[in-house]
């Protein structure tokens, strides 16, 4: 748990700072929080992974997939709403999902603007809606550590069960 501890803070307070993201000693905080948990929590998956297969080259395209499907269903790559209906349910049980959320909660809580309405134009001068403008639910950021704690307890769980059989 140390070395994760100073891995995680040597790569995430550099990232932190040098995107520019607000410089308050709370919203840092909360930042790492959410990655901490989210390193605990794929770090689980890659355990429960690794203990149902008997080889590290079994293991790879399991993770490999269920890691690129985790960062494309983030909501960051593929906004909510331009996800395929048959494929969105795949956010509920994704913990970058909720993390990233909760990131950008603490990022735009604290931001008041002034949206202007913006138009883009076909050729029939009719507007065209643009996916994936949607407002975060002030509410739900500190719900959203529950979700990806809760997550992490059942991965621990499927952990514990293949150790045992």
């Known amino acids: 748990m140390p070395n994760k501890i100073l ?18 000693t709370s ?8 990655a901490f948990v989210c390193l605990l929590t794929l770090s689980m998956f890659f355990r429960m ?17 269920y890691l690129s499907v985790c960062v494309i269903y983030s909501g960051f790559v ?6 395929l209906p048959w494929l969105a349910w795949i956010r509920y049980i994704n913990p970058l ?3 990233l959320e909760s990131v950008m909660i603490n990022e735009v809580s604290q931001t008041i603007a002034v949206i202007q309405p913006f138009h883009v134009y076909a050729d029939d001068r009719s507007p ?18 529950y979700q990806v704690v809760t997550i992490s307890r059942g991965l621990l769980r499927r952990y514990g069960q293949s150790w045992r059989s």
């Open 97 to 99: 999902y909720f993390a």
């Open 7 to 24: 891995a995680s803070l040597a790569f995430n307070m550099p990232i932190y700072f040098l995107t520019g993201l607000r410089r308050s």
């Open 49 to 65: 992974a690794g203990s149902f297969s008997r080889s590290i080259v079994q293991t790879i395209v399991p993770v490999g997939v």
């Open 128 to 145: 065209v809606r643009r996916p994936g403008f949607s407002m975060y639910d002030l509410r739900s950021q500190w719900r959203n550590i």
């Open 27 to 34: 919203a840092f905080l909360t930042f790492y929080t959410f």
């Open 78 to 83: 593929l906004p909510a709403p331009a996800m």
